[in-house]
């Protein structure tokens, strides 16, 4: 499974972004998705998660009321969008897919798949 995310970029705090990823070499309706972050000296941390259906989503305590994760099966694409981001946002964003639809965890464990991941930085 390919997945280069995009969209990143810098942003003003209190603005938005939409992040995507196109997804490729599956078939992407059958796929859990999730959003991740890293910034530079910190563990990688789950941002949002989807199942295969879109009945089940995630988000960590962090991102929740401002982080929308979505999917279009016609295109192949999961979505973040990022509303009122804040500095502590700042970080590389990865979209991962899980083809075993693992339920009861949003970890990375979860994931066996990841692309590359797109730069998201946010100005105070």
């Known amino acids: 499974v390919q997945l280069p995310a995009s969209g990143g970029g810098l942003v003003q705090a209190g603005g938005s972004l939409r992040l995507s990823c196109a997804a490729s070499?599956?078939?992407?309706?059958?796929?859990?998705m999730g959003w991740f972050r890293q910034a530079p000296g910190e563990e990688r941390e789950f941002v949002a998660g989807?199942?295969?259906?879109?009945?089940?989503?995630a988000y960590s305590d962090s991102v929740k009321g401002r982080f929308t994760i979505s999917k279009s099966n016609t295109k192949s694409t999961l979505y973040l969008q990022m509303n009122s981001p804040k500095p502590e946002d700042t970080a590389t964003y990865y979209c991962a897919a899980d083809t075993r639809r693992q339920v009861g965890t949003w970890g990375p464990d979860k994931y066996g798949y990841w692309g590359r991941g797109t730069q998201v930085t946010v100005s105070s």
């Open positions: 989807i199942s295969w259906s879109g009945g089940r989503i």
């Open positions: 070499g599956r078939t992407f309706s059958g796929l859990d």
